[in-house]
């Protein structure tokens, strides 16, 4: 019962983390240089409304950091969305302590046994990447990658999806 308690406890919790974020970039790609933009690729085979969401988070960004998008811009923009299925094993025991051969190292019948019982949870994992190459030379300048579990709420959906934006953004060199 504690177990499952606890379990209750730590669930919205973890289902609250915000996305784990990375970036990375050229550091000898001249940031200052750039001044528009186009999308190359954009987000495809998740949801049209996430997926334009994830274009218009992106582009607000960028605007925010003095970029404008153009029909061929200096840098081009790639974004990929993928799932994959994972799953965690919860398993509680039940029963004394005691249970099993001896008994505080001195040997003899335990006290009784106690059971286990695991369970499966199932969830899905959402991965977005976004990548930048420079349209003269096509060499990649930067990446930014977000993962977090993928919620069944679609105001859950878009506030990990602004959050993984913004997060990227934060240190974006200028």
Do not use: C
């Not at 398993?91 to 499966?120: E, I, N």
């Not at 993928?150 to 953004?169: C, E, G, I, L, Y």
Request: glycine letters at 10%; a positive charge; charged letters at 20%.
């Amino acid at each position: 019962m504690k177990g499952l308690l606890l379990l209750a406890l730590l669930v919205p919790v973890a289902a609250s983390a915000a996305p784990k974020v990375t970036v990375d970039r050229d550091p000898a790609a001249n940031f200052s240089a750039y001044k528009t933009y186009y999308w190359a690729l954009k987000p495809q085979g998740g949801s049209p409304l996430v997926d334009q969401r994830i274009v218009d988070n992106v582009d607000a960004q960028l605007r925010a950091k003095g970029w404008t998008l153009a029909e061929q811009g200096d840098v081009a923009v790639a974004a990929h969305v993928s799932t994959s299925q994972k799953q965690t094993l919860d398993t509680f025991y039940t029963g004394t302590p005691m249970g099993g051969w001896g008994w505080r190292g001195w040997g003899g019948m335990g006290m009784g046994m106690g059971t286990a019982t695991t369970s499966v949870h199932n969830y899905e994992v959402g991965t977005l990447v976004i990548d930048m190459f420079d349209a003269k030379t096509q060499k990649a300048v930067w990446r930014g990658t977000a993962t977090e579990t993928v919620s069944s709420n679609p105001d859950k959906v878009d506030k990990a999806v602004d959050q993984a934006v913004t997060r990227m953004f934060a240190k974006f060199p200028q």
